[in-house]
């Protein structure tokens, strides 16, 4: 596997080989999957709609519906206009969304198609919402795309609040089904009343009931939600990247102050959440969250055993790396290279303040932005490591050099359910801490000696 | 009203004036039943179908091992197009294998802006330093043929400076009206620069290329198994497993093997007009239809001792698996199948699936045109719109030197009246029933009714159908994955494809869907007056 790879490292290509990211908007796609009775719309050629729908049902195992403007080369010389409404009176014709979320792709951008003008100038049947976002492919990567569609919602459908209500605003950035379960668990516990966005719970997890509905009822951020989101009195935004711009927007545009927090896994940065709602509700922290805390911590300590100087490289997306990072350090672990493909050197501050916040030397890892598992193979190939943490990519590289790997993140393509259960939270963190271990312990296993084979570990 | 029209009642006239033309329930009346294809999909419709560059790059170049393929454009493409095709391949001795790898350019806003092309070279000189390939593959995304870049210009600079060989692809995504734009220009390209730059001759009497074998599940390894049991050399296979060292010799061969038809059969009629080779549509799916395969080859040759040793083979094939497919056979018998796929898997699969008495009622493709459908005998009746013309039509002449013919065209007559179907392909319509439902660029919309007005047992189709086919109830299959499985080809293939189906149908977790407190009543409540 990957046997044509040399040991010496190229810096500073241009050619990427391998990626450890993907484009704008398949992202977006994903976001608007997350809202109730919205059709994502991709604006440019059919096969970006068709790669992106089925990287979506290979990650989730799930139906990701969504529909293409279907350029030809003429809609490419004289702009995709006509495209557009035709595709939008079908759309609301044949599959009756409540709601196009249209997002543009390298083609229609271009070209530079004004899909916000031709919006403007379409028929929308009464109480329909055509919104759009711009995702350039060229551009950040699917990170980005999911938070322009964020912004993209908030543009065309929040409302100036006049009073603030109660709720509070949540924003959990790219996570699977389980974890938003798991954070509006939480957040409930917490006593704290919401407006979850985007929520992909019931959504990417249908339950097989024999039925199928293009758009199920009652599941999804419903669009009185996303309208209501100006009238929160706060906003807690997960994942300082994929969130952030969406905080910001929602501040600057309706004055909704945020506290901006990493993607809660593991101990401290589930803290970090609970603390957020704490603030807020000015309840104390039950003891149901206070033991399943206590679990995760008790977990760690028996089985620290196994993790302690263990050097380990986390490769994907930069919130969900950053948070991996951080487990893996609670769990006395070495981060010796961690990686994302997304093009923000933010990503390189973030974890070497990680890094230091822990009194760790950050010099002694690579930890690297805008690069892809190409390099991240030479660096194990000049130096190993004991575990790989990442999106089903790696298993290649884990292939090659013979190390565990522990799937996470986007896209984990090759096992299931995943997707239905929470990595975030305590919770989340109990079963990644097994996770880990397991796989730590089943190489011990598999290398063994007859004599020195434990039945008790 | 029939099932078509229960269908196309529920579209608006506009929608309803194009699909119309699209479905066809079939009839087999006075005049042949035809259906329009290779036509622009609906904007909003839910379409499966792909593009252009998925067609060139993820179907007919991708698979080329021993090539580096370059995605030139931003990075989306080639990530969606890594690893996600199960096109197997495997290194020869001493050769590479770069299919587990992923190259882009990665553009970016300012590359866009000022060009791509300088990027590009740089990025092969980087290939070049760490790989040094033999051949190198430029496929262009979307925003190329926009901004201008000439992948054709720097795959020339590249040959000239590294000696290599080195083939652009003009192949963005709008091309076109689906992926079949993409086999054409993948097909074009190398017909032009690679077929026939070779001259190792083969060592064996009889010798074969497998056209249009992606080789997905290891299906081409199946086929090429068999063949060379019977004692044939396969000289290249296009393009599963398939490499730049024997394309280059492929036009040594003495016959070819069509296997998809969609996405090769350019590749097929062009080498047979320059270099004579007579090319067979076969079928490797199915028992009865590889038998017939391997049968029409050893007639094609004309050799007693080859058709006897394909007999023998055959018979000792049909020996090992006849246990299995019977036991199969008695699980599925009477179930009935709606297959959508692209290339010829809808047709090719409803042999297997008749072999296991099971019929398929529906059959659509994505990309296909109207000979996939009515056979080849339609293709001059076939009006080229203004997409189709779009695309270069490569016209080529009988090579001077190597242009051999084996059978004089009486010859050819007289094998074709004895059921060797040479240069032809009558099309899947021909192998279904009446009443049967044909359909062209299937819709999400229209696989959902469909299902619900015709109630097929098992449904065939690609990861974005798979899971809402299954959460209304229905078996599904994945056709272009085979579901993580395969091979499905061959005498060893069905009897896997077989197990699958039957797994499928069969697995208890299909009885647990219904909840007991849904069908049971309520029990523990009093009746009034009791004390």
């Known amino acids: ?457 | 009203m029939n099932e078509r029209e229960i269908l196309l009642d529920k579209y608006s006239s506009r929608v309803f004036k194009n699909r119309k033309s699209h479905i066809s329930q079939l009839e087999y009346g006075e005049e042949a039943d035809s259906i329009a294809a290779n036509t622009r999909a609906i904007p909003g419709i839910a379409t499966a179908r792909g593009c252009c560059y998925a067609g060139c790059k993820g179907v007919v170049v991708g698979p080329m091992k021993d090539a580096v393929t370059i995605t030139h454009g931003p990075i989306g493409c080639a990530f969606y197009s890594w690893g996600t095709r199960r096109n197997k391949a495997k290194a020869q001795d001493g050769e590479s294998n770069f299919v587990p790898y992923s190259f882009c350019t990665d553009m970016r806003p300012t590359d866009i802006v000022f060009g791509g092309e300088k990027k590009l070279e740089d990025g092969i000189d980087e290939v070049m330093k760490l790989f040094n390939p033999k051949c190198i593959f430029i496929c262009s995304t979307c925003p190329i043929g926009l901004i201008g870049d000439d992948v054709q210009a720097v795959a020339r600079r590249v040959e000239k400076k590294y000696g290599i060989k080195a083939v652009g692809f003009s192949c963005e995504g709008y091309k076109g009206v689906s992926q079949s734009s993409g086999h054409h220009i993948a097909n074009n390209g190398l017909m032009k620069e690679i077929i026939g730059t070779g001259d190792k001759k083969p060592r064996k009497k009889y010798s074969l290329n497998i056209l249009g074998e992606y080789n997905i599940g290891g299906d081409g390894w199946e086929e090429e198994r068999i063949l060379k049991k019977i004692g044939y050399e396969v000289v290249s296979v296009f393009t599963g497993d398939g490499s730049y060292e024997t394309m280059k010799n492929a036009h040594l061969a003495d016959l070819n093997l069509v296997m998809c038809h969609r996405s090769i059969n350019y590749v097929a009629e062009m080498m047979k007009t320059k270099y004579g080779i007579d090319w067979i549509k076969v079928n490797f799916i199915g028992i009865g239809s590889t038998c017939k395969t391997l049968r029409m080859i050893a007639e094609y040759f004309k050799d007693p001792e080859l058709i006897a040793r394909t007999e023998e083979v055959i018979s000792e094939e049909l020996q090992a698996i006849s246990d299995d497919m019977d036991y199969y056979k008695s699980m599925l018998k009477g179930k009935t199948a709606g297959i959508f796929s692209g290339g010829s898997r809808s047709h090719h699969y409803q042999s297997l699936l008749r072999d296991l008495g099971v019929e398929t009622i529906i059959a659509g493709y994505e990309f296909a045109h109207r000979d996939d459908y009515e056979g080849r005998a339609i293709i001059s009746q076939i009006k080229m719109d203004a997409d189709s013309k779009n695309i270069e039509e490569l016209t080529v002449s009988p090579d001077e030197i190597l242009y051999k013919e084996r059978y004089s065209k009486e010859e050819i007559e007289e094998l074709k009246a004895k059921g060797v179907e040479i240069d032809t392909y009558d099309g899947m319509i021909p192998d279904m029933k009446k009443g049967y439902m044909v359909i062209d660029d299937y819709n999400a919309f229209e696989t959902d009714e469909l299902i619900k007005s015709m109630k097929p047992d098992i449904f065939f189709s690609g990861i974005k159908d798979k899971y809402s086919i299954q959460k209304q109830g229905v078996v599904s299959r994945q056709l272009h994955s085979y579901d993580y499985s395969g091979p499905y080809s061959g005498f060893n293939g069905a009897v896997i494809f077989a197990r699958d189906v039957t797994m499928s149908i069969y697995t208890k977790a299909w009885m647990l869907t219904i909840p007991p407190w849904k069908t049971a009543a309520l029990l523990g409540g009093r009746i009034g007056g009791e004390n």
């Open chain 1, 1 to 457: 596997m990957l046997d044509l790879t040399p040991k010496e490292i190229m810096e500073n290509r241009h050619i990427t080989i391998n990626p450890c990211k993907t484009c704008e908007p398949v992202g977006a796609m994903f976001c608007a999957l997350g809202v109730e009775n919205c059709m994502p719309h991709s604006h440019g050629s059919q096969g970006c709609c068709s790669y992106h729908r089925t990287v979506l049902s290979r990650h989730f195992k799930e139906p990701a519906m969504a529909t293409s403007s279907s350029f030809t080369e003429g809609a490419s010389v004289f702009g995709g206009r006509s495209n557009l409404s035709t595709a939008v009176k079908n759309i609301f014709e044949i599959y009756d969304p409540e709601i196009i979320a249209v997002h543009t792709t390298c083609l229609s951008e271009t070209i530079g198609d004004d899909v916000g003008n031709y919006i403007m100038d379409l028929e929308i049947p009464k109480d329909k919402i055509v919104l759009h976002a711009s995702t350039p492919s060229y551009e950040g990567s699917h990170i980005q795309g999911f938070s322009n569609m964020m912004i993209g919602f908030m543009r065309y459908m929040t409302e100036k609040a006049i009073e603030k209500t109660e709720k509070v605003a949540i924003f959990p950035g790219w996570v699977n089904p389980g974890d938003d379960r798991e954070l509006k668990r939480i957040a409930t516990i917490m006593g704290v009343e919401y407006l979850f966005f985007p929520d992909h719970e019931g959504i990417l997890e249908m339950p097989m009931t024999g039925k199928y509905k293009y758009f199920p009822k009652g599941v999804g951020t419903p669009a009185a939600d996303i309208k209501a989101l100006g009238a929160a009195k706060k906003l807690i935004a997960m994942g300082t990247f994929a969130s952030y711009e969406p905080a910001e927007y929602l501040d600057k545009q309706h004055k909704v102050p945020f506290s901006l927090i990493p993607v809660p896994i593991g101990v401290s940065l589930t803290d970090k959440y609970v603390m957020a709602l704490r603030e807020i509700s000015h309840k104390e922290v039950p003891n149901v969250l206070e033991d399943e805390r206590g679990r995760l911590v008790d977990l760690m300590l028996d089985s620290h055993l196994y993790t302690y100087n263990k050097t380990v490289a986390i490769y994907g997306d930069p919130d969900i790396v950053y948070s991996f990072t951080s487990l893996c350090i609670e769990l006395g672990m070495i981060p010796k290279y961690v990686i994302t493909g997304t093009p923000k050197e933010e990503f390189v501050k973030q974890v070497t303040a990680l890094f230091e916040e822990h009194g760790m030397d950050a010099s002694k890892s690579v930890i690297r932005a805008d690069t892809d598992l190409f390099y991240l193979h030479q660096l194990i190939k000049n130096e190993s490591v004991d575990l790989l943490i990442g999106s089903s990519y790696g298993k290649q590289i884990a292939k090659a050099e013979g190390i565990p790997i522990v799937r996470m993140g986007f896209p984990v393509l090759d096992r299931y359910g995943n997707t239905v259960q929470a990595t975030v939270g305590y919770a989340g963190g109990i079963r990644y801490v097994e996770k880990i271990v397991d796989s730590l312990l089943d190489k011990i296993d598999a290398e063994a000696s007859d004599e020195d084979f434990d039945v008790v570990m």
